[in-house]
């Protein structure tokens, strides 16, 4: 690898890390913050990445939420997703008992994540409300 890819590389690991933090900030503070990382971008010589960070757009608060929640409980969003596939294979297998069972599950972990969620939020000084729940 030449020098000019590496920091190349090293520069894109900057973006991605600035982008990591953006979307870990609360709405509310989200474009205060992304343009302060566009001028220091534009005042680090880094055009493009300046760019790139504008082109960020501030998640709506139930996108804020899902995303705090995966990042605090990956092994948990994990699973939730494993049950979504399985509840699509028994849909398309027909499996009325697997459904019946899986549904269950579902309703079951999407209240325990929807509760999850909504302390994590709380933590973080954010009000959700029910329809954002």
Avoid at 34 to 56: F, L, M, Q
Avoid at 71 to 99: I, K, T, V
């Amino acid at each position: 690898m030449t020098a000019r890819k590496g920091r190349r590389a090293g520069a894109e690991l900057d973006v991605e890390a600035v982008l990591d933090e953006l979307y870990t900030t609360a709405p509310s503070d989200f474009v205060a913050r992304r343009e302060t990382a566009v001028a220091a971008a534009k005042t680090a010589g880094r055009p493009d990445d300046a760019r790139r960070i504008h082109a960020a757009r501030r998640p709506t608060l139930a996108a804020w939420a899902a995303n705090l929640l995966l990042r605090s409980q990956p092994e948990e969003s994990r699973q939730f997703l494993e049950l979504g596939q399985a509840l699509r294979e028994a849909y398309q297998s027909l499996d009325a008992e697997g459904l019946k069972n899986l549904s269950a599950q579902r309703r079951r972990v999407v209240t325990a994540l929807s509760r999850q969620t909504v302390q994590l939020a709380r933590e973080a000084g954010q009000r959700l409300s029910e329809s954002v729940q």
